[in-house]
């Protein structure tokens, strides 16, 4: 049984909102990690995203967050942070759906042990299909983010000797090119 997961929200079609996608198939892609993490692109699952987080040990989320950091800035976050405002997810079809599923969870004994948010401040999440490239620079780093909060959690990631080619089927291809040359 899978007992830990990372999953990547945002919609690939509105700018950085695409982020948790590409960090997400970034990690996937650089990193070998143990089999009972699950690794996930969940697009925007709304309220069905519940049955994902049903009694995880860890949850690690992936997702363009608004913070008073500079774009393209990384951050950690844990669950308090958003209850204190500290971090804002951006406003989307998926937001309501984490914060509603963790709360149905809750009240029926089943939630995450521990949820893990790592967040990009996004430039624009306007419809485009371009990813700014201050964000686009961050993913390599979120992946790198993502291997250190379950290496914590003791489940070790290792970096591939050689990184498999990214499917950013989304992506216009001067971003294609700069992914499988990093």
Not at 72 to 94: M, N, Q, V, Y
Not at 101 to 108: D, E, G, Q, V
Not at 110 to 116: G, K, T, V
Not at 149 to 170: D, F, M, Q, V, Y
Request: aromatic share 8%.
């Amino acid at each position: 049984m899978n007992t830990i997961l990372v999953i990547g929200l945002g919609n690939v079609f509105l700018g950085d909102d695409g982020f948790g996608p590409l960090a997400i198939e970034t990690f996937r892609c650089k990193y070998e990690y143990p089999s009972h993490v699950e690794v996930l692109d969940l697009g925007t699952p709304g309220l069905d995203l519940a049955p994902y987080l049903y009694d995880k040990e860890l949850v690690v989320v992936v997702d363009a967050v608004h913070s008073d950091t500079a774009i393209g800035a990384l951050s950690i976050f844990h669950e308090e942070d958003f209850l204190s405002h500290r971090a804002k997810l951006r406003i989307t079809g998926h937001d309501p759906g984490l914060w509603d599923s963790l709360t149905h969870l809750r009240l029926a004994g089943h939630a995450p042990l521990d949820l893990i948010i790592i967040g990009v401040n996004p430039a624009s999440c306007e419809f485009s299909g371009q990813i700014s490239e201050q964000v686009f620079g961050s993913a390599s780093d979120a992946a790198a983010l993502i291997a250190h909060s379950l290496s914590e959690h003791g489940s070790a990631c290792i970096l591939r000797e050689a990184a498999r080619a990214p499917n950013l089927w989304w992506l216009p291809i001067e971003h294609l090119e700069e992914s499988t040359a990093a």
